[in-house]
């Protein structure tokens, strides 16, 4: 069933810690609401694009970076991300899940390492215009439990790297973006295995988008 003439998709965002269950997520929520008949894209940050991921690259592969250039190589890559993958699938009436977002380099780049909000908000509306999320899920969980699934993994990234502290700063952060904005963001309990954090995902869904996934 495609998407009825003139309607567009709607923009749903994973944000969380590392080894929260956002791919994992991403994934399982993507293919249910493709067995519900919507069309659907799923894609992630930093990358989404071509250009992006060759800046993903770059931000994960060099550094450290200086905060504020880190954080705009970030929208660099959001903006094509944004230009060539997720405006041109919601204008088609597709559904787009994408694993982090804006809310990431707030977190991360801000809490974590210092950028200002003023900062951010800035970059946001030079990267993004009037484009925000309709629901974010912000998928919680203690930052050791998400180290530990993510660091069992064996391919630690130079943030998985980084001190208890900087996690709880972003975990916290995360956690303060959702009671800013409650009607954007919905928070799950990521410690819940995965049919479970599927379930409440849709639970939001429903309740946030009106959709009968
Ligand atoms: N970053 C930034 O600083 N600023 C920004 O603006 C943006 C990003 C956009 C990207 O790394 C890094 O970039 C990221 C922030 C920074 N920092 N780090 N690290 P990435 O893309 O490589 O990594 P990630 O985004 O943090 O994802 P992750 O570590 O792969 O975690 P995840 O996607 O949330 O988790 P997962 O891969 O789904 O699951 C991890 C493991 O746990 C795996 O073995 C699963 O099978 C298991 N799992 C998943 N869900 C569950 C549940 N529910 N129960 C039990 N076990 C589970």
């Not at 567009?8 to 399982?28: D, Q, V």
């Not at 992006?52 to 880190?70: Q, S, T, Y």
């Not at 954007?184 to 869904?205: F, K, N, T, W």
Request: overall charge neutral; charged content about 25%.
């Amino acid at each position: 069933m495609g998407p009825e003439p003139g309607t567009r998709g709607r923009f749903i965002t994973l944000e969380g810690g590392e080894g929260a269950g956002k791919t994992t997520l991403s994934r399982a929520l993507t293919a249910k609401l493709a067995a519900e008949g919507l069309p659907v894209l799923r894609t992630r940050e930093p990358g989404g694009a071509p250009g992006a991921e060759a800046v993903r690259g770059l931000i994960l592969g060099h550094g450290p970076w200086d905060p504020v250039a880190e954080a705009m190589l970030h929208f660099a890559a959001r903006r094509e991300h944004v230009a060539r993958t997720i405006l041109p699938a919601l204008e088609a009436g597709i559904w787009v899940v994408c694993d982090r977002f804006a809310d990431s380099t707030l977190a991360y780049q801000g809490a974590g390492q210092g950028l200002s909000r003023e900062v951010w908000e800035t970059l946001c509306d030079l990267a993004l215009g009037t484009l925000r999320p309709d629901l974010t899920l912000v998928l919680d969980l203690p930052p050791e439990r998400g180290m530990g699934r993510a660091l069992a993994r064996g391919d630690a990234n130079r943030y998985e790297m980084q001190g208890a502290d900087f996690h709880a700063r972003v975990r916290a952060a995360f956690l303060a973006i959702a009671a800013h904005e409650p009607g954007r963001c919905a928070v799950l309990d990521a410690s819940r295995g995965p049919q479970e954090v599927l379930d409440l995902s849709l639970a939001a869904i429903r309740e946030r988008l009106g959709i009968a996934a």
